[in-house]
């Protein structure tokens, strides 16, 4: 290896300075990067300079593994995962890489030894909020997985200016504010300015036949921008291995500008440069809610169009015969946000690449997999033919080819079936016309995977039904997983201690050896530790929600947690029925004696979305009544947590002892937090919905509270004709809640306030609340009292997360690497580091 530093040159840097691993190492490192780079005396140096002078401290320690990584895949050519997300959700980067890089307990010496408390610079760290809810943490979640086994990846995403919302609750409601996670720099990021790439839009497309014969057609576009690469490595747990996180920033190109400049139209010009940033300016901040707008389009092209580019830039670097693409890359799409990939991709290889329609088909294929993350039919993306012909003509043009020649297939597999060919059809020709880009994805990929196995059944039933007779092969099952390093040992350092105390460190990175826990939930010892654990985490989340909003709560109550996007599939009103149910018994009875219960809620509403938005009201409302009531004080406390995203999840999936999961069966594609609860030690009680019911195999049906009706009965419900009046009429305690909530009061006597929320559960309730509504209460009540049997419930407790090991995410990359992707591992040795000193 040569150096880069000449030789007989003076080093200012010895190898440890950016590589070293010892205490003292570290705090000199830190030291120095306070003096360059932050430009601060200790004295004077801020908080944020101390956070951002230890993240480079980190990061330099990172580069060594990415920069070895990404040479040893280019020098082997490695075939290589690219996984298109529009979100990454990635929380907070340094706890996670002091976790990865092995390095978490010297760190904390050092800082302690320059006098600063970890925690405190942990806690500086503006979080990427690069993403909604469950799809893109999965996306998070993946790419730490895919890094750990050590396989080669790039995960592809759009680098948001302003990411979802910070939330605050004001009078009740949700007010939106936005994120500025910028605002203070990103020291985990690279910009690549060196690497950008043209993105077309708009305008028209002619046809020509070149002077070798052949068909070509010239897209001319209106409007062109460029993206800007900036990549984040994302380290593997104690490997090598550091995989790259690009994320594409839109901007103006400048020959652009300089155009309409020369011509005199200065204001035209800076137009144009606003227009083109504001493709990455915010997240859209709806999951599973359309909203149809043109510059959501226009951020999904720019996603794969870049993406896409690169993978061809980097493939050519090493060859030039492109009908070998799909050896190099598998192309994962994340839900069908991506899915316009398949239309350009096949525009890159045919129009500018000038391969043959059929040889550009077949690497299209094969490259792409689809994962489909719900069932909700108005969730699936369309996009109005005149807005996708606008903006992408050429892809309408391609996508009208690819579905012409998917449609003589299918008329061959069905002949006379129309209605069947409507369906299939890439095109929605039913009043105004629509691209269907589920329907976009399948045709155009080779694998199709929902994210838990009922799920993935009721796919092949329902919404994608057609596609699985025609293609059953392409068909499979990938139950989601989460990974256990952030969400146990950076989340749970206690319960991880704890764990490997007993087991060693193994299941870290093995999450099948948490079985040998099982022994031990007969053993009174170990019992006392895991219950120690427990409460020292709740004390630790009360003290956070007496500091957050003001509620003391009592830590030997029942933590009672639901958190997740507000939906109403998703049922917390469900929740906020069973809260007044208890409140009415109780001011039935004053004396009643029960389990003291503290329910905590927390998530965000899509700014759009009313009744969402209703319901955080209704869960504040009803909190104010009951928290100041002294008649239930001490026994019943309600609490919504503001800003719920992933630096709060880790604080609050450490410390719950039940964990809802009450979606209405059929309704949640996966849930990847009914995961992260019991993997902390929660026992949940929930549906058979999503992976609740893998879960519950899993944990085994005696340490599961299982409530609802399964989506067999809610079917048979619905044709029998689903009446809720007649449930609310015939339980007198249910009619009473809803009457309450009715009459105003949790509303200062206002009785329109909740009308929306009430009246569509009597007279409709598509989601069935009503006709769990019992059975829940119940289901409750005895989750509740057998509380009280502290042995008992330890001994769940630990036995759930002793059998929750399917549940890792190292698991679900598995299956990916072997069913769709077929990628293997690729070693990263450390051997270059030459070049960092002499
Ligand atoms: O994906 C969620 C599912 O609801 C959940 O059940 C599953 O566990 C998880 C991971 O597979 N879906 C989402 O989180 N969806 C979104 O966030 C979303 C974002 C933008 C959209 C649509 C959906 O336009």
């Known amino acids: 290896m040569t150096s880069l530093i000449p030789p007989g040159c003076p080093t200012v840097l010895t190898e440890d300075d950016r590589t070293g691993t010892s205490v003292e190492t570290l705090r000199r490192a830190f030291m120095d990067n306070l003096f360059f780079v932050q430009g601060r005396f200790p004295e004077v140096a801020t908080k944020n300079d101390h956070y951002l002078a230890l993240a480079y401290t980190v990061r330099d320690r990172l580069l060594l593994r990415w920069l070895n990584s990404a040479k040893t895949y280019r020098d082997q050519f490695s075939r290589t995962v690219c996984y298109l997300s529009a979100e990454f959700l990635l929380g907070p980067h340094l706890g996670n890489n002091l976790i990865n890089l092995g390095l978490y307990d010297a760190v904390a010496e050092a800082m302690q030894q320059t006098g600063l408390d970890l925690n405190v610079l942990l806690d500086q760290e503006e979080e990427p909020g690069l993403g909604n809810g469950g799809l893109g943490r999965l996306a998070a979640c993946y790419m730490d997985s895919l890094a750990t086994l050590e396989i080669p990846a790039i995960g592809y995403g759009i680098r948001y200016e302003y990411g979802i ?174 899915a316009i990939s398949v239309a350009e991709l096949m525009r890159l290889l045919v129009d500018e690449h000038l391969l043959p329609w059929d040889t550009a088909w077949d690497i299209t294929r094969q490259t792409f997999a689809y994962t489909n993350h719900t069932l909700l039919p108005e969730a699936l993306e369309k996009w109005p033919l005149p807005l996708f012909g606008s903006l992408l003509p050429r892809h309408l043009q391609i996508i009208y080819e690819i579905n012409q020649r998917f449609l003589d297939q299918v008329r061959l597999a069905y002949p006379g079936d129309q209605e069947r060919l409507a369906r299939l059809s890439i095109i929605d020709e039913s009043e105004c016309r629509y691209v269907r880009m589920a329907n976009l994805a399948c045709v155009g990929s080779h694998a199709i995977n929902g994210v838990a196995a009922l799920h993935s059944e009721l796919l092949k039933q329902t919404v994608l039904r057609d596609f699985y007779e025609l293609t059953p092969e392409k068909f499979s099952n990938k139950t989601n997983g989460v990974t256990p390093r952030r969400w146990m040992v950076l989340s749970n350092p206690g319960l991880t201690r704890l764990i490997s105390n007993h087991i ?250 909740f009308r929306p929320i009430v009246e569509h559960l009597w007279q409709n309730d598509r989601y069935c609340l009503l006709a769990d509504y019992q059975s829940y209460v119940d289901c409750q009540e005895q989750a509740t009292r057998l509380y009280r049997d502290q042995k008992q419930w330890v001994k769940m407790s630990i036995l759930n997360v002793a059998r929750m090991g399917k549940f890792s995410s190292d698991r679900a990359i598995r299956e990916y690497c072997e069913d769709i992707w077929r990628v293997q591992p690729v070693h990263v040795p450390l051997a270059d580091t030459s070049y960092i000193a002499q």
């Open 165 to 338: 919302f910070d939330q605050e609750i004001r009078d009740g409601w949700q007010v939106e504010i936005t994120d500025k996670w910028l605002r203070y720099g990103n020291p985990w990021e690279i910009a690549r300015p060196e690497i950008t790439l043209p993105v077309k839009f708009g305008g028209s497309t002619y046809s020509y036949t070149d002077d070798q014969g052949r068909y070509r057609v010239v897209w001319q576009p209106h409007q062109m921008v460029q993206g800007i690469a900036y990549d984040t490595p994302i380290l593997g747990y104690k490997v090598n291995t550091a995989n790259l996180l690009r994320l594409w920033r839109a901007e103006a190109i400048e020959s652009f500008d300089f155009q309409a400049f020369n011509t005199g139209d200065y204001y035209g010009a800076v137009n144009e440069k606003i227009a083109s940033e504001n493709i990455t300016k915010v997240l859209y901040p709806n999951d599973e809610q359309l909203q149809g707008k043109e510059l959501r389009l226009m951020q999904q092209y720019f996603l794969c169009s870049c993406a896409l580019q690169d993978m061809i830039r980097l493939y050519l670097q090493c060859s030039s015969d492109l009908t070998r693409f799909h050896h190099k890359f598998t192309v994962q799409l994340n839900d069908t946000h991506p």
């Open 504 to 753: 060693g460190e193994d299941w870290i990175k093995h999450l099948d050896q948490l079985r040998r826990l099982e022994p031990l939930a007969e053993d009174a010892g170990f019992a006392a530790e895991w219950h120690a654990v427990k409460h020292k985490n709740k004390v630790r989340l009360a003290e956070y929600i007496q500091q957050r909003v003001g509620i003391s709560v009592d830590p030997s109550s029942i933590f009672d947690i639901l958190v997740k996007r507000i939906h109403e599939y998703k049922r917390q009103h469900l929740c906020v029925l069973n809260i007044i149910t208890l409140y009415q018994r109780l001011k039935d009875h004053p004396n009643l004696d029960i389990t003291p219960h503290t329910f905590i809620f927390g998530g965000k509403a899509a700014p759009g979305y009313y009744k969402a938005k209703l319901i955080i009201k209704l869960i504040n409302s009803v909190a104010e009544v009951v928290n100041t009531d002294p008649t239930v004080a001490d026994r019943l406390k309600v609490v919504f947590l503001p800003d719920y995203n992933v630096t709060c999840g880790q604080r609050v999936y450490p410390a719950a002892d039940l964990s809802e999961q009450i979606s209405t069966a059929g309704y949640e594609a996966s849930g990847t937090g009914n995961m992260k609860f019991a993997l902390n030690g929660a026992l949940t009680i929930g549906t058979l919905d999503g992976a609740n019911v893998e879960i519950r195999e899993e944990v085994g049906a005696e340490n599961f509270f299982l409530f609802g009706n399964t989506v067999e009965q809610l079917q048979e419900i619905w044709r029998n004709g689903y009446r809720p009046w007649e449930i609310a009429n015939n339980n007198p305690m249910l009619k009473r809640v809803l009457d309450l909530i009715s009459c105003g009061h949790f509303s200062h006597g206002d009785t329109e306030l």
